[in-house]
């Protein structure tokens, strides 16, 4: 029955081939409560084993599922394909990574940024394990919204900029370090302040936004990335302004 | 032929796994800590826990009582010495999270939050909204970066131990990127890779969770110990398996049947649905078999009914509970019930250990839902699973980092060169060059899943389990003419979903088997021919070893220090 079935358009990559990406067509049977990743699963049980992509928790929260969707990047564990088929399902790989194999991208670059802001508390005094630091339920929140990102990637595959030059720190490495900032334990704001106002920092933003659409989990890095600007302009003033009480 | 060398290995990287980690690297920056994971840290399945973790942390509480909880939960299987452990060190683990940035949900006045919990009398467990995992991985993992002797290897699957002399010295991994296997030599190896939870159809837990550290331990002759002790967790969206957490109930919401009515009163009026995860499950079933339950387009179902929670109780303490009820059941729980079955959720059994993590292998520990000490016995109580990976966590990394810094000497390189060849022979030379059959990998997967649901899933009998032992060495057998289309070495997800269900096997017979021997019911294990628990008999830890047929099942002393074991009523 044509009707209750779907075509899955899949980028295949095969490095140990020598050939270049191709798309692969697979006709698998629709159904109204399937996700993308239900389709890949669907193609790797049934009709193609050799397919790779990655995927855990198929709800929406480990992050590994992430592809381009219809050209669009999207966790396909959290994409219906009765929103998104027109005729086919397009599945590419997360845009502006290397592809490794198939629908699989190297992302340790991210690894490298997120590392390079100092995504931890830094604080001298935090040795006695008997006493909580006291934060009200409005500092709390002052940070919520960054610390939920996943690390998914779809930002930098969203992100024009970073797709132009890869050295840009980017959407989640910046909200993450905005998260730490604005976190009154932490004491570390100068040190990833002055690491987000170089070349590779966050002044290579031209506020596109398009990391805040794509953001499963509605951390709005553009308005992380807006926001640090400000930040960093501001420890940029007071050091020109008051050299000697710079480093606060 | 690659190897390195590092002082503590660590294979897994989820909370148990970076909490040693972060424990050896602290003892001395010197020692070199190897944290090996088949995913990146950060995908690990810690990610998925919701509701909370369980430490005494106000005057209205205190150890004692978190320990009395602890053991009845466990309908007194667990070791009575180790939760008091357990439990002391609690706390100090909350705080050191808080220290590292973890973004706990806090009271009016700044102090760490805490809810409701099944099985806990008192409101101890602390939480971060319901993303509780999530928060905890993050937190871990990025403060890990702060430590330059911790060494990722991500992506790298772990196929099996480097074991010489009688000792365990580092593992053989594949490395999927570079499509090649390596030996990653280490004074100290701990298993860190969590549950098994994809041996069952239906479960909370994700596509990773395949028991890979539980099967590399046994087939090196490490004892799996109460593997009968599955947990259920009665909240689960039908057809997906995606956990509701028991958050929502903590908070105040309901179990209804079809009539409307709230069930629980008819199974455990005193604690209605704050009842254990064993007794809320099976009173499901019941509610099912009674023709009580909703009926699905997946089958049988019950309500989970937050209306009258309000707006600002979803909003603030349930977010997630609502975005997963939006996004995969389409409705909203501040207007609806959300559709729930009971589903595997978690393994009280494990990898034999003691409070250090030691196993009986020198060199070889375990910690995490991979290990069983056994702090959680029969049934574990909601929110003490992460709270373990912290404590044992710490406590086994600081266990692994001791005993490696008193071995003078790294591995000798023979032992990991000859595990290196023999894993290229069997993995690249033998499973590689399987040409595809009448046999299918996911054919094999799908009829070990359903075997395990049907027979050995919430309440058992000796006929069911007696099959599901002798369906299962079938599927070994057939396993066997299992061959793979994927010929490639880089990022072959049909060969590591191969080795997967290799694992899986081996555990899900584990488990089988000792259901079968276990001729009583306790806790999870609930035997419909057998209905009542027998301390005469089976007071005791159930032990598995591997052998070449079926595994063998031995027993050992359950650890009594103050609670004599009485009826577990509530």
């Known amino acids: ?248 | 032929m690659e190897r390195t060398a590092h002082d503590v290995v660590i294979v897994g990287g989820g909370a148990a796994g970076l909490r040693a980690a972060i424990a050896a690297a602290e003892t001395d920056p010197d020692l070199s800590i190897a944290v090996v994971s088949k995913v990146y840290p950060m995908r690990s399945h810690t990610v998925s826990a919701e509701g909370g973790t369980a430490a005494v942390l106000r005057d209205y509480d205190s150890v004692e009582l978190h320990a009395s909880d602890t053991i009845k939960g466990s309908d007194f299987l667990a070791d009575q010495d180790a939760v008091e452990f357990f439990v002391a060190r609690c706390p100090r683990e909350i705080i050191q999270l808080e220290h590292w940035g973890c973004p706990w949900s806090r009271d009016d006045d700044g102090r760490i939050g805490q809810r409701a919990f099944g099985g806990m009398s008192v409101k101890r467990t602390c939480f971060a909204a319901d993303k509780v995992g999530f928060h905890i991985l993050h937190t871990l993992f990025q403060t890990s970066m702060k430590f330059e002797n911790i060494h990722r290897f991500d992506e790298y699957f772990v196929t099996s131990l480097i074991v010489d002399g009688g000792g365990c010295e580092g593992v053989v991994a594949l490395d999927l990127r570079g499509g090649r296997l390596v030996a990653i030599a280490g004074k100290a190896t701990i298993l860190a890779t969590g549950g098994c939870g994809r041996v069952y159809e239906f479960t909370t837990n994700g596509f990773i969770k395949t028991g890979d550290g539980m099967a590399l331990a046994y087939r090196a002759g490490v004892p799996l110990k109460d593997m009968e002790m599955v947990q259920f967790h009665p909240t689960c969206l039908p057809g997906t398996g995606i956990l509701i957490t028991e958050a929502a109930r903590g908070e105040g919401g309901y179990l209804i049947n079809k009539d409307g009515e709230r069930y629980m009163q008819r199974y455990l009026p005193g604690k209605m649905e704050l009842g254990p995860r064993d007794i809320l499950s099976r009173a499901m079933v019941q509610e099912m078999k009674a023709g009580r339950a909703f009926e699905g387009p997946y089958g049988q179902y019950l309500g989970l009914d937050l209306r009258h929670l309000g707006v600002t109780t979803i909003e603030k303490k349930l977010p997630m509970v609502r975005e997963l009820a939006e996004k995969y059941m389409g409705l909203d729980p501040i207007h609806e019930p959300i559709p729930v079955r009971p589903g595997q959720h978690y393994m009280m059994g494990g990898v034999s250990t003691n409070t250090k993590g030691e196993t009986t292998l020198p060199g070889l520990y375990a910690v995490g839902e991979a290990a069983c000490v056994s702090i959680n016995g029969a049934n574990r109580l909601g929110s003490n699973s992460l709270s373990e990976c912290l404590v044992f966590g710490e406590w086994c990394g600081l266990t692994a980092a001791q005993y490696a810094k008193q071995k003078a000497a790294y591995p000798r390189g023979a032992s990991a060169r000859e595990a290196l060849r023999r894993e290229e022979s069997r993995v690249f030379g033998g499973l590689l060059g399987r040409e595809r059959g009448k046999e299918t990998l996911a054919g094999i997967r799908v009829e070990m899943q359903q075997r395990m649901e049907r027979d050995v899933g919430i309440f058992r009998d000796e006929a069911g389990l007696a099959d599901a032992c002798s369906q299962l060495a079938k599927l070994r057998e057939r396993f066997a003419n299992v061959g793979l289309a994927d010929k490639d070495h880089v990022f072959n997800t049909e060969l590591t979903g191969f080795l997967e269900v290799d694992f899986m096997l081996d555990v899900a017979g584990t488990i089988a088997h000792s259901a079968l021997n276990r001729r009583e019911s306790r806790g999870a294990h609930s035997r419909t021919d057998h209905p009542t628990r027998d301390d005469a008999n089976y007071l005791k830890h159930t032990l598995a070893f591997r052998t070449d047929g079926a595994p063998r099942i031995d027993y050992a002393p359950v650890k009594i220090t103050k609670w004599e074991p009485v009826e577990r009523k509530y």
Not at chain 1, 105 to 112: H, S, Y
Request: charged share 25%; net charge neutral.
């Open chain 1, 1 to 248: 029955m044509a009707d209750q079935d779907v075509v899955f358009r899949v980028k295949r990559y095969r490095p140990e081939s020598g050939a270049k990406p191709t798309y692969q067509e697979y006709r698998i049977p629709y159904r109204d409560d399937m996700v993308v990743l239900d389709g890949l699963n669907y193609i790797k049980d049934h009709v193609d084993p050799t397919l790779a992509y990655r995927w855990s928790c198929r709800m929406g929260i480990c992050g590994s599922c992430g592809a381009n969707v219809n050209g669009q990047p999207r966790l396909t564990c959290g994409t219906y394909v009765r929103d998104v088929h027109r005729g086919a399902v397009t599945v590419d790989p997360l845009a502006n990574f290397p592809i490794l194999k198939d629908l699989v991208v190297d992302f340790d670059d991210f690894l490298t940024k997120l590392s390079s802001v100092t995504p931890y508390i830094v604080r001298e005094d935090w040795g006695d394990l008997t006493k909580e630091y006291t934060q009200f339920p409005e500092d709390v929140e002052a940070y919520r919204q960054q610390s939920l990102c996943i690390n998914c990637m779809l930002c930098y595959a969203a992100c024009p900029v970073f797709g132009a030059s890869p050295a840009f720190v980017g959407p989640a490495a910046s909200a993450l370090a905005l998260r730490y900032i604005r976190d009154t334990r932490d004491e570390g704001a100068d040190e990833r302040l002055a690491r987000l106002n170089t070349k590779s920092g966050v002044w290579e933003c031209t506020f596109v936004g398009e990391c805040s659409v794509v953001c499963p989990k509605d951390v709005d890095p553009a308005g992380a990335l807006q926001t640090l600007k400000v930040l960093a302009t501001m420890r940029h003033m007071r050091r020109l302004l008051m050299p000697k009480s710079a480093s606060r």
